[in-house]
């Protein structure tokens, strides 16, 4: 069965940086898309970005460009986000899940980013 | 990439059913036919209900259903259950790749 197993969240300063990463397990990794999206304490959920399956092409949204980055390795079966600049508003649980027509199917269950001094 | 406009909350009784909306524009809902739902109770990771408007993915009960008029999306789950109890979220796709999703919907089984 399909599994996407996130990790690296944790307490971070604003300014600084934080790399996530997702194990894949359960399906053809190399073969899907894979976005990340988002969801702040109390709120709704945010869509973070996607990368195509073989990894030449990535969009994000407004609200990280230029200061997040998606990445993947489909020989290790994993996906990155590195974050840099962090701010307060970056605080939520960030999900890694599968694409499917353009829109996210299977999601891990999380792990949290807390920016705060 | 603004956030599509759902109800913030939307109740029921038991074995009635219930419609939550998810209206958008013609650059994300109402230009394309990748309109999902998700389920999401406390504390778990969403999940996926329906898909391409109207799609059921396997395991999901044929009591949830979706469909698309112009900008708007709509979920309609019937026969409540109390395990329907729980947040419901709808996502576009946008265009140039990227993804929008609602801002929420609390479902209470009264």
């Known amino acids: 069965q399909v599994q996407l197993v996130e990790s690296g969240g944790g307490v971070v300063q604003p300014g600084r940086s934080l790399r996530l990463s997702c194990a894949a397990s359960g399906f053809t990794f190399s073969s899907y898309g894979m976005h990340w999206v988002r969801q702040a304490p109390g709120k709704g959920l945010e869509w973070v970005a996607v990368?195509?399956?073989?990894?030449?092409?990535?969009y994000y949204a407004d609200s990280v460009k230029g200061r997040f980055t998606i990445s993947r390795d489909n020989s290790k079966n994993a996906l990155y986000l590195q974050m840099n600049s962090l701010r307060a508003e970056d605080t939520a649980v960030y999900y890694c899940?599968?694409?499917?027509?353009?829109?996210?199917?299977?999601w891990g269950q999380g792990t949290l980013v807390t920016v705060s001094s | 990439q603004s956030a599509l406009t759902q109800p913030r909350s939307v109740s029921g009784s038991p074995g009635q059913s219930v419609t939550i909306s998810c209206t958008g524009t013609s650059s994300d809902v109402g230009g394309y036919n990748y309109v999902s739902w998700y389920q999401q109770h406390p504390g778990k990771a969403p999940k996926l209900m329906i898909y391409?408007?109207?799609k059921r993915p396997s395991g999901v009960p044929d009591r949830f259903s979706g469909s698309k008029s112009g900008n708007t999306a709509s979920l309609t789950i019937s026969g409540l259950q109390a395990e329907d109890e729980a947040d419901y979220y709808c996502?576009?796709?946008?265009?140039?790749?990227?993804?929008?999703f609602g801002g929420g919907t609390k479902l209470t089984v009264l």
């Open positions: 996502c576009s796709y946008a265009g140039s790749y990227t993804s929008v």
């Open positions: 990368i195509w399956s073989d990894g030449n092409n990535k």
């Open positions: 899940t599968r694409d499917l027509s353009f829109i996210p199917d299977y």
């Open positions: 391409d408007v109207s």
